[in-house]
């Protein structure tokens, strides 16, 4: 026993003490391995605490220990590289927009003009760049980038990189707003029909929603630049108050490909006209009006006299920001404006939702909801369902605060808050994979003169996309169940609980979810993504799936 315990003591006085006794050696001991475990423990929570990222190999893997040093400087900078992502998917809606119209304007036959082709490669090749900078930063200047969160630039580096950075930020917010002056003046060529027709519904408000964000972002990045050449590190009032305003268009990708998506089912039942019902339209001027409302709130209230307006929620609901004033009038008036917009919002998206299943032909057989839609319409119910009943409980949470303490009453809609945050978390796939969904649709028709559909195996990877994603969703919302408490997600959105934590039937469950989602959302994502190079007018037919349409839709 005296010669496996090895006690270093380094002090000085180390060689004047007397010995230790046996008893005296176990007590030690006892003392470093609490010591040691403590270290341990706390450093998984550190891991933990890391923000989550939209990707990230190590997440699924965690519980099984494969990957232990999360800390590593090639997981932060991963994790800083994926900040630069944020207008991923504003920008695949605008191009999803402009390629819709052209097909509209010539029955299917050409792409957008040459030069808004060039427009949309330059964009996505800066957004490339622009990812590319932060991960290789700590290769100039040896430690991890900084990231604006807000403007998605790099900001403490090289300044080579620094400065090639916000170039080519502004390069991609430049081409992104003559993609939305092209799609304006896009008209009809006169050989394919003498009727000229503008712009439908779903197209103008994807633009409108479009210029939002991309005039928000301009004047952040342009912000954030100026007062951090002219000011430091001391705060700014305008700055944050665009960070306010950012964070208010964070619905507005999923509301456009709902839009889009719409049309899109309009065009297959009418494909002469393919307008949605007159009622969908003006759900979708609703929802663009009512998130300019909350972007125009973010902006103004924090300017008025005795005005303010604060973020608080997690990151997957950026959105949830609270306003306040000195008058309670005025505050109270505020309130029902930013409550009112978000019950509108949600309204507008149901109704968009429920007209995807309604439409129908006004003579004739109409023709089934094809597997993308089906897929589209099961991620919108996903996304806005959770960040509805998110709202609605905060709002319950508000109410219910004690106003002279700030303490809730009840402790049981805080549990509901903290799951549904949680819950938050396995959505945020949904827009991008939307998207993809749309994109590969838009593929198929346009080979095939508005009458194909893509490759059997490729929807067949929608479903499994579309279901991994409610499977976690339901797996989270069982461990809030179950442990009554907030469950943790990892890097991909799929909640787990640690080996030691009392509930190995659970631990073994949300492994398998763990696994089961990892590959079933990237390797259905990677087939999509072949499809869309792949897909030809034979093979655009459908044919092979493995999975049916379900007969419910």
Not at 69 to 97: C, D, I, Q, Y
Not at 188 to 196: L, N, R, T
Not at 453 to 470: E, I, R
Not at 476 to 497: A, H, M, R, Y
Request: aromatic share 8%.
């Amino acid at each position: 026993m005296h010669q496996t315990l090895r006690l270093r003591d380094t002090s000085p006085a180390s060689s004047c003490k007397k010995p230790l006794s046996h008893a005296e050696l176990l007590c030690e001991w006892q003392r470093q391995r609490q010591r040691s475990a403590l270290e341990l423990e706390t450093g998984e929570q550190k891991n933990r605490d890391l923000p989550h990222t939209h990707g990230g190999f190590c997440g699924p893997l965690r519980v099984k220990g494969v990957c232990p040093n999360l800390s590593s400087l090639f997981r932060r900078v991963l994790e800083k590289a994926e900040l630069t992502l944020n207008l991923s998917p504003m920008l695949g809606v605008l191009f999803l927009a402009t390629q819709m119209q052209a097909m509209q304007y010539s029955e299917g036959r050409e792409d957008p003009p040459q030069w808004l082709c060039i427009c949309m490669r330059i964009s996505t090749v800066s957004l490339l760049l622009q990812t590319l900078l932060a991960a290789v930063a700590p290769v100039v200047s040896s430690t991890p980038p900084e990231v604006d969160e807000d403007a998605g630039v790099v900001i403490s580096a090289s300044p080579w990189v620094q400065i090639a950075s916000y170039l080519t930020m502004v390069l991609m917010l430049a081409t992104c707003a003559a993609i939305c002056l092209g799609i304006m003046l896009l008209r009809k060529p006169h050989e394919f029909s003498p009727v000229v027709e503008g712009m439908s519904p779903a197209v103008v408000c994807t633009v409108n929603l479009s210029l939002l964000a991309f005039a928000v972002y301009v004047v952040l990045a342009a912000a954030a630049n100026v007062v951090r050449m002219t000011q430091g590190r001391r705060r700014s009032k305008f700055l944050e108050v665009m960070k306010l305003a950012a964070h208010t268009v964070f619905f507005a990708p999923m509301l456009c490909v709902l839009f889009i998506g719409a049309r899109l089912r309009a065009l297959q039942v009418d494909p002469e006209k393919g307008h949605p019902q007159s009622w969908a339209q003006s759900a979708f001027y609703m929802c663009t009006y009512a998130l300019f409302l909350q972007t125009g709130l973010a902006i103004v209230v924090p300017y008025l006299p005795g005005g303010d307006a604060v973020k608080r929620g997690t990151r997957y609901i950026p959105s949830d920001i609270e306003m306040h004033h000195k008058n309670n009038i005025v505050r109270v008036s505020f309130k029902l404006l930013r409550h009112g917009s978000y019950l509108l919002m949600y309204a507008g998206a149901v109704v968009v939702m429920v007209s995807l299943y309604t439409v129908a032909k006004l003579s004739g057989r109409t023709p089934p909801v094809p597997p993308s839609m089906q897929c589209i319409i099961v991620l919108a119910q996903q996304f806005f369902i959770v960040y509805l009943g998110l709202w609605v409980s905060v709002v319950v949470q508000d109410i219910t605060k004690d106003p002279t303490r700030g303490t809730l009453r009840g402790s049981k809609i805080n549990s509901i808050v903290e799951t549904l945050h949680s819950a938050s978390a396995t959505v945020h796939f949904c827009p991008m994979l939307a998207i993809l969904f749309v994109a590969l649709r838009l593929r198929a028709q346009q080979i095939t003169r508005n009458t194909g559909s893509p490759q059997g195996w490729a929807q067949d990877a929608m479903y499994f996309c579309t279901g991994a994603l409610f499977v976690q969703l339901l797996a989270c919302l069982l461990t809030g169940v179950v442990t009554g408490k907030k469950p943790d997600v990892d890097e991909n959105g799929s909640p787990f609980v640690g080996k030691d934590a009392g509930y190995p039937v659970l631990w073994r469950t949300l492994l398998g979810v763990q696994v089961f989602a990892f590959i079933a959302i990237y390797g259905g994502a990677l087939a999509i993504c072949v499809a869309m190079y792949t897909i030809t007018p034979k093979t655009a037919g459908g044919e092979g799936a493995w999975i049916q349409p379900l007969a419910l839709f």
